[in-house]
């Protein structure tokens, strides 16, 4: 399975447009979009007018027929709005909605944004998959999920903010990166992530996506605080190959 994760910029507005565009250019089996790619993140007292209704996003779901496609959105369902990743394959929808609501520090989602409730698997191309949204991966009751349910594949899309600078890296990179090394090992998944950069209302987020194999190694990383791609094909056998060596009921 070739996939494709795209470290964007996005602007406070709707960036269907932009989206639709990078969509038809690619090849891949799967192209993956970080937390709120199509509205921006400070959206605040825009979000009700900016934020999307299932039925505006026919496009995706039409290009959904020839590739799949993982892409965050301020997702309105009657008079909530929640902060939604959408996966579309064959022309079908499947939308999770994030649980874990961030208010401290630069934070306020939960004024602006509802909370979902559920953590779920569904098939796709590469087998069984998960799906979070940035804070998400921070709590204990998501990595005890993922490690119960031993997914094949597990996407995390986000809007991460740098912060705590390091004489080679930061602070929020390492622990990152050690929460989505933890995440495959525990699962014997590939774990992809999608971290947006750009700035917005002070806010520098810095992006770093990758990829980070079953066995918990970073295969392929973007740069940092740029507008990146990573290709990358995904092997199977070695998803299976972990999974074996955890012993785990699948």
């Known amino acids: ?25 690619s090849k891949s089996d799967l192209v993956l979009f970080p937390e709120l790619a199509l509205n921006g993140y400070k959206i605040k007292d825009a979000l009700f007018e900016d934020a999307f209704y299932l039925d505006e996003l026919n496009d995706l779901k039409v290009l959904s027929q020839s590739k799949d496609i993982c892409i965050g959105v301020a997702l309105k369902e009657g008079h ?10 064959n022309g079908e929808s499947i939308i999770y909605k994030k649980q874990y609501l961030p208010t401290y520090g630069v934070f306020e989602e939960a004024r602006f944004f509802f909370a979902g409730s559920e953590s779920f698997c569904f098939n796709t191309k590469f087998g069984k998959t998960a799906m979070f949204i940035c804070e998400d991966m921070f709590s204990g009751d998501i990595l005890n999920f993922i490690a119960n349910e031993k997914p094949d594949l597990v996407l995390v899309l986000a809007n991460s903010p740098a912060r705590e600078f390091k004489e080679n890296s930061l602070l929020i990179q390492d622990n990152w ?12 998944a590939y774990t992809l992530f999608s971290n947006r950069v750009g700035f917005e209302d002070g806010l520098g987020f810095w992006g770093g996506s990758c990829v980070v194999t079953p066995k918990g190694e970073i295969e392929k990383g973007a740069k940092l605080f740029e507008i990146d791609e990573i290709e990358t094909t995904l092997n199977k056998k070695l998803s299976m190959t972990q999974k074996y060596y955890l012993r785990k009921e699948v």
């Open 1 to 25: 399975m070739k996939i494709e994760i795209y470290q964007t910029s996005p602007k406070l507005k709707r960036n269907l447009d932009e989206v639709l565009e990078i969509v038809k250019n």
């Open 177 to 188: 990166y050690s929460i989505l090394k933890t995440t495959s090992i525990l699962s014997g």
């Open 80 to 89: 909530k709005i929640y902060n939604a990743s959408i996966y579309f394959k």
